[in-house]
């Protein structure tokens, strides 16, 4: 039963590589979604559904249940995927990213959001800004938050704009269906996280009846920041 691991925004699979190098298992894969880091399929809007429906697709021809891991929006769409495709799961764990009708969406996802605001700041976006807005209000390393924004080209701006438009009601939509999720859960949480309050994580946890809600002393990108005491975590997820 291999481990999938889903990336958030605005990120590639490569935001798992620390956490990979601390795994003890090798049958670890972590998938770009469509736009980020890869092309899009013909037709596909990156709404928040085609997402999910693409991953169903995906896991569906794996073959046999597996460990899904996400991180912030691969958080909410794993987690839309255990609610309403059990039979994919074998255990399912989440960071950072609220699925609640109680979360007011943080500053920039409003940006994205609004059709005019969303527009202009993709096209004006200049990398080096972005950057070191990620430095200081994420606590990312410098050199981190630079390879990061490189990689956000014209299709990932694009997707991220359309993901987010998408998805303004996505707790209120997808809260009441996370009472279906069968597989063993966990939660993971940077305490410090400015975007997705620490609060969120016991709220989830509890929506998902999981096993432990890990609290980790750091912001937003766990998996970034704590990818040591991340893989531990797994690693117990998934043996127990």
């Not at 809007?45 to 046999?64: F, I, N, Q």
Request: aromatic letters at 8%; one cysteine or more.
């Amino acid at each position: 039963m291999p481990a999938v691991l889903v990336h958030g925004v605005p990120d590639t699979h490569r935001v798992w590589d620390g956490v990979r190098r601390h795994l003890i298992r090798s049958d670890v894969e972590a998938w770009d979604l469509p736009g980020f880091g890869t092309p899009r399929p013909r037709g596909f809007g990156s709404t928040k559904e085609e997402c999910v429906d693409w991953l169903v697709e995906r896991l569906e021809r794996v073959g046999e249940p597996v460990d899904l891991v996400g991180h912030d929006w691969g958080c909410i769409l794993t987690a839309r995927v255990a609610s309403i495709r059990p039979d994919l799961v074998r255990t399912w764990a989440g960071s950072s990213a609220p699925v609640s009708a109680r979360y007011d969406w943080h500053p920039l996802a409003k940006i994205w959001q609004d059709p005019v605001e969303g527009d202009r700041f993709m096209d004006e976006l200049d990398p080096a800004s972005f950057a070191k807005d990620l430095v200081e209000n994420f606590d990312l390393p410098t050199e981190v938050a630079e390879e990061m924004v490189r990689r956000v080209d014209g299709t990932m701006r694009d997707s991220i704009l359309k993901l987010y438009r998408s998805a303004e009601t996505v707790g209120a939509e997808w809260e009441p269906e996370l009472a279906n999720v069968s597989a063993p859960s966990m939660v993971l949480w940077g305490t410090l996280d400015p975007a997705c309050r620490i609060a969120f994580a016991d709220e989830l946890g509890q929506a998902v009846q999981a096993s432990r809600v890990v609290k980790l002393d750091c912001s937003h990108w766990t998996l970034l920041q704590k990818p040591a005491e991340v893989a531990a975590a797994l690693e117990a997820h998934w043996n127990a």
